[in-house]
């Protein structure tokens, strides 16, 4: 079988086999300097207990199409995900990662959070704001690379989360590996969101139900260096 093969080709040997010598080498954090900054509202402790989150965790997709999601909220689900925790030996996240590179950046398509006007952000974890993409992507772009009926019933999201990976940041170090590994890691992260999510009453459905070629596009990362590997659906 193909998946076969291709599994076995991005396997842990793929770490010491040749690779090609090039540009991949990545920033550790993507930023969009020159774009409109949002801070977002500072992340507040979850006090739910670990097993009710587990219990209560569900695919949500039953949006109400007129309910926001609270900015505060979307804040903590972001920071749960991918935010950045400091500590005296350094910093570090809430997720592990193959050899601490953090291959993974996350985009939004903001439909209805309150306080935040319809369009495209993306998370800068390092200062916990959103930058403003309006200027290189358009949301209603976003919409038509959704495909129909792959989140049942969730025609009506408030927002959704796009998880993409920076193929460079891993690849020097791990060769084909590094594929595999940042797959792993948008699973970790995506738990760590959808918990968040049950902790704050917003419904949460990952989903692989989108073209990534369009969604690629419309967020204008259409080289061969980052590509869409996930999506979170959420609303109320």
């Known amino acids: 079988m193909l998946f076969r093969i291709f599994h076995k080709q991005t396997g842990p040997h793929s770490i010491n086999e040749p690779r090609e010598n090039i540009f991949w080498l990545s920033r550790p954090l993507k930023e969009y300097e020159r774009f409109p900054h949002i801070t977002l509202p500072s ?12 219990s209560q965790r569900a695919s949500q997709r039953d949006f109400e199409p007129r309910e926001q999601v609270k900015l505060e909220s979307l804040s903590d689900i972001l920071f749960s995900g991918m935010g950045i925790i ?3 030996k350094g910093v570090r996240r809430h997720h592990p990662s193959g050899g601490g590179l953090y291959p993974l950046e996350c985009y939004i398509a903001a439909y209805r959070i309150e ?16 930058s403003d993409l309006s200027a290189i992507a358009d949301i209603s772009d976003i ?7 792959a989140v049942p019933g969730g025609d009506n999201p408030a927002a959704v989360l796009f998880l993409t990976g920076v193929w460079g940041r891993s690849y020097h170090k791990y060769g084909e590996f590094a594929y595999r590994l940042a797959l792993l890691e948008a699973g970790h992260m995506a738990q760590n969101m959808v918990l968040a999510a049950t902790a704050r009453d917003v419904k949460c459905c990952p989903s692989g139900g989108f073209y990534a070629e369009k969604v690629s596009r419309a967020l204008d990362i259409t080289h061969d260096a980052e590509d ?6 959420m609303g109320m």
């Open 43 to 54: 992340p507040k402790p979850i006090k739910s207990t670990f097993n009710d989150l587990l």
């Open 228 to 233: 869409t590997i996930y999506s979170l659906y």
């Open 115 to 130: 306080s935040l006007p319809s369009g495209v952000y993306h998370y800068e974890p390092a200062h916990h704001t959103l």
């Open 143 to 149: 919409s038509r690379s959704l495909i129909k009926g």
């Open 86 to 88: 400091k500590e005296k």
